[in-house]
């Protein structure tokens, strides 16, 4: 007879798991604690939003092309800062992912070992250095270069914002990079050089080609971090809400709406209800974006572990 | 001959491989059994399926049963604390527990309940002695078990087993990992510990089992080929199975 | 050497020279903010810059220091840090140790990434909702504290089930072998085990909250105080948050600029005292190494 082992004393890493005592059930409810604050941060955005709809409709909410919430009578169209979100956003990433890429090339196949770890306790410490600070740099020092260079009404536009989130994002992009180069299989490597690749034909043949997916998946997380991130876009977006046509134009993202706007408005009354709103709209795209890169990952690391 | 474990028609599978196959056998008491055979026959799954150490992987299933003091081991009511407190276990790499000599070994007593801190001196001391480590470490017991060698570790795992007061001492290919004059070290330990405890050793070394075995069961692709007095094994074997391993043809 | 070959190397060169350029300027541009931040900013650090009341003369020009923000800084970091600790430490040690293949542990396992990848504007809104508002806490230090515990909780976590899965299993056979039971062998053996480099990356992530803004913004944080909060339901200062006041809305802002990159040295030494303390402890512990 073939006999299933015992359930209620079974190991660890066992499917039968069955809470025994006070402590496993302490662990256990920690472990969901995660689970039920996501829950209530969606069942918190949504209750201070949908009140909203008393008033306007959600089409107007969505796809209205103007944000006036302090005219009579106020107007909450969304869509100029979701759209100014996406173009920073974008823009952001395409300076960010080669940018690191460069870097993270540089540390792993150019740089002596010692300057390698150079690099990447900098790169650590960096990576620490509130936004604000980078905002700051933005507000004081890059705007009115741009503004006096370029001859423009303001420094304060989509390019600012783009390059100081890209300083802000580029030092977790290259480290999370470094991380998958310093781990690709080696053997790989050495059958590329035993044909007798240079190391740069390897790189750019081999390592890189093999680096697709955890490069989307790193790619997906930057964008995930941009998207939401508040204080350089308060700071230096030039908190327009209108549609920015050129990067040169200020633009007043979703995120900084919120913050510069809910100090200024009494609870309870709609224009709080559209600020949970936009709240609503940066949580689950960012959890999307967020669910996208995650998923690339653990495909890719499902077929590592099949090789 | 006192019997300590009666392995009736013990079967084991991985997902759908068996790795066991119908085995069964009288381990002695307070004599040391060797478990012999070719690497991959199952020594080490036969010996981790009597502590249900396996139990851990999900698509691991018995069939058949162990029988300690009447009761069977394998059965889901039998409790998984108790069985491993009567049946101690000591692994092939030293695993001591990243804590100090003294409360790697005072752990177990620990865990099941013992706090008063004479028994527990007490316990540690006489269990160290007992492993053959304890003048080496005596003046420094709050020493990181990792800062021992490789033999000390795998004599302190030993302590740590024998605290417990365990009836059956399980080894799986103890001295694998270490170097000869450790080995010959916990050798002497086990012979020792032989008097007072059952005793169950998995080694590829057959050289190992003639120098400390009093019973050997040989295992191939999951059998018991023979079991037997460990002289009788060794001069004279009934299967030819067991002369060619002996001979060194599976080796 | 064939010809080919010589032109396969010197593409290689002159890739590689390229590259070297690109990062070394991209490297060089990154110090260079520090540089200008500290050349701004060194000027307004003096001991009474630390240690004062802030204010402002009639002009608007910031003549006090930052105390209150210094202090307010502290007392939200360390609190959000009380309530976040315990609990992430127990959630890692659940997903580390108690790992079964069901569904509903990679639901609980996914969970903790996206409340990690949550923007912290969206903390902020929460907190107000949750803390402020529904709770009834008000704005008041232990209302942000409590949205930055939130914050922290899932770095918290990743942290710990990282450094208890570092831990090898033969450790864990050890224990279960003595007979200890799932919960004894988590908390006896890997816990303890695990704990230099949990308490590493506990005061990393604390670095990290110490220098949000959008979670205080809405609250409790305020600009300005005249004296230092007496109890957890006062409204508090913080370091990040006047810099951003000073430079978006005080009346002379031109006056204030060099105030705030000074707040911004005090910020950038204080996280990087908290990563050099990682730093040398992850060292230190490399050469004790136990595991």
New interface residues.
């Given amino acids: 007879?073939?006999?299933?082992?015992?359930?209620?004393?079974?190991?660890?890493?066992?499917?039968?798991f069955k809470k025994n005592n006070v402590v496993d059930s302490v662990l256990w409810s920690s472990g969901w604690l995660s689970n039920v604050i996501i829950i209530a941060i969606i069942f918190f955005l949504f209750y201070n939003w949908v009140p909203l709809f008393k008033t306007v409709s959600p089409i107007e909410f969505f796809f209205g092309t103007r944000w006036y919430p302090t005219v009579t009578p106020p107007l909450y169209g969304t869509l100029p800062l979701l759209i100014a979100t996406i173009e920073i956003s974008l823009f952001s990433l395409i300076l960010t992912f080669p940018i690191s890429i460069v870097v993270t090339i540089f540390m792993t196949f150019i740089a002596p070992k010692k300057i390698r770890y150079l690099i990447k306790i900098f790169l650590e410490f960096f990576s620490s250095i509130p936004s604000v600070v980078l905002g700051l740099i933005g507000l004081s020092i890059v705007s009115p270069y741009l503004q006096n260079t370029f001859n423009l009404d303001t420094g304060l536009n989509v390019f600012n914002a783009s390059l100081m989130l890209t300083f802000l994002t580029i030092p977790i992009t290259a480290s999370m990079m470094e991380d998958f180069m310093v781990s690709f299989p080696r053997e790989q490597i050495e059958g590329a050089e035993a044909l007798g690749a240079t190391s740069i034909e390897t790189l750019w043949k081999v390592i890189l080609p093999g680096l697709k997916g955890p490069f989307a998946s790193i790619a997906m997380l930057s964008m995930g971090r941009i998207f939401g991130e508040t204080m350089i876009v308060l700071m230096i977006a030039g908190n327009a809400a209108i549609f920015p046509t050129s990067i040169f134009d200020p633009a007043k993202p979703l995120s900084a709406t919120i913050a510069a706007e809910m100090g200024e408005t009494a609870v309870g009354t709609p224009h709080f209800y559209a600020l949970f709103g936009i709240g609503v709209i940066i949580f689950f795209i960012t959890l999307f974006i967020n669910l996208i890169g995650e998923s690339i990952r653990i495909k890719y690391e499902m077929e590592m572990r099949r090789n | 001959m006192e019997v300590s474990l009666k392995i009736e028609n013990l079967s084991a599978?991985f997902g759908e491989k068996k790795i066991l196959d119908s085995i069964t056998f009288d381990i002695p008491s307070k004599a040391i059994t060797a478990i012999v055979g070719p690497s991959g026959c199952g020594k080490s799954t036969f010996v981790r399926t009597i502590?249900?150490?396996n139990?851990?992987?999900?698509n691991?299933?018995?069939?058949g049963r162990i029988i300690l003091d009447g009761e069977d081991v394998?059965?889901?009511?039998?409790?998984?604390?108790?069985?491993?407190?009567r049946i101690?276990?000591v692994?092939q790499?030293p695993?001591?527990?990243?804590?100090s000599i003294y409360e790697n070994v005072a752990?177990?007593l620990?865990?099941?309940g013992i706090k008063d801190k004479k028994t527990l001196d007490e316990s540690v001391r006489s269990s160290l002695k007992a492993a053959a480590i304890y003048e080496q470490v005596k003046d420094n017991l709050s020493l990181?078990a990792?800062k021992l060698s490789g033999g000390q570790q795998q004599r302190l795992?030993i302590a740590?087993?024998l605290a417990?007061k365990p009836e059956v001492i399980l080894l799986d290919e103890p001295t694998s990992a270490i170097d000869p004059i450790a080995t010959k070290q916990i050798e002497d330990v086990l012979e020792k510990l032989s008097e007072d405890y059952t005793i169950v050793i998995v080694t590829h070394n057959i050289q190992q089992a003639a120098r400390i075995a009093d019973y050997i069961a040989f295992i191939y692709l999951g059998k018991l080929v023979e079991f037997g007095k460990a002289e009788e094994i060794l001069t004279s074997p009934k299967e030819k199975l067991t002369n060619d391993y002996l001979t060194g043809v599976y080796s | 050497m064939n010809l080919y070959l010589k032109k396969r190397l010197r593409k290689q060169k002159i890739v590689f020279f390229t590259i070297s350029v690109l990062a070394i300027l991209i490297l060089v541009a990154m110090m260079g903010i520090i540089v200008i931040i500290f050349v701004k900013g060194i000027r307004v650090i003096n001991w009474k810059f630390l240690t004062s009341l802030p204010s402002f003369d009639f002009y608007g020009v910031p003549q006090g220091g930052i105390g209150p923000a210094i202090v307010g800084t502290f007392l939200i970091t360390g609190l959000g840090l009380v309530f976040s600790v315990p609990l992430g430490i127990l959630g890692g040690i659940f997903l580390s140790e108690y790992r079964t293949?069901g569904k509903l542990f990679n639901i609980m396992r996914m969970s903790v990434a996206n409340l990690a990848g949550v923007p912290s504007v969206v903390h902020g809104l929460f907190g107000m909702a949750v803390f402020t508002i529904f709770f009834g806490l008000g704005l008041s230090i232990l209302s942000a504290s409590l949205t930055l515990s939130i914050l922290a909780l899932p770095i918290v976590i990743m942290v710990t089930e990282n450094a208890m899965k570092n831990?090898?299993d033969?450790?864990r056979?050890?224990?279960?072998?003595?007979?200890?039971?799932r919960w004894?062998s988590a908390l006896?053996?890997v816990f303890?085990?695990a704990f230099s480099k949990i308490m590493t990356g506990v005061v990393l992530s604390s670095a990290r909250i110490a220098g949000e803004t959008a979670p205080i913004l809405f609250t409790g944080a305020t600009l300005y105080l005249t004296y230092y909060p007496h109890g957890l339901n006062e409204q508090f200062m913080a370091l990040p948050y006047m810099i951003w006041g000073l430079v978006t809305t005080s009346i002379n802002i031109s006056a204030s600029t060099p105030f705030a990159y000074g707040i911004s040295i005090v910020l950038i030494i204080l996280v990087a005292a908290m990563n050099s303390v990682a730093m040398v402890s992850r060292f230190v512990m490399r050469k004790h190494d136990?595991?």
């Fill in positions: 007879m073939l006999q299933k082992l015992g359930k209620g004393d079974v190991d660890i890493f066992s499917p039968h | 599978y502590n249900r150490m139990d851990r992987f999900e691991f299933r018995t069939s394998l059965s889901k009511n039998y409790p998984l604390e108790s069985l491993r407190m101690g276990m692994f790499r695993n001591p527990f990243p804590k752990f177990g620990k865990i099941h990181n990792y795992c740590r087993a417990v | 293949k831990v090898p033969s450790v056979e050890g224990a279960f072998a003595l007979g200890a039971k004894q006896l053996v303890p085990a136990v595991l």
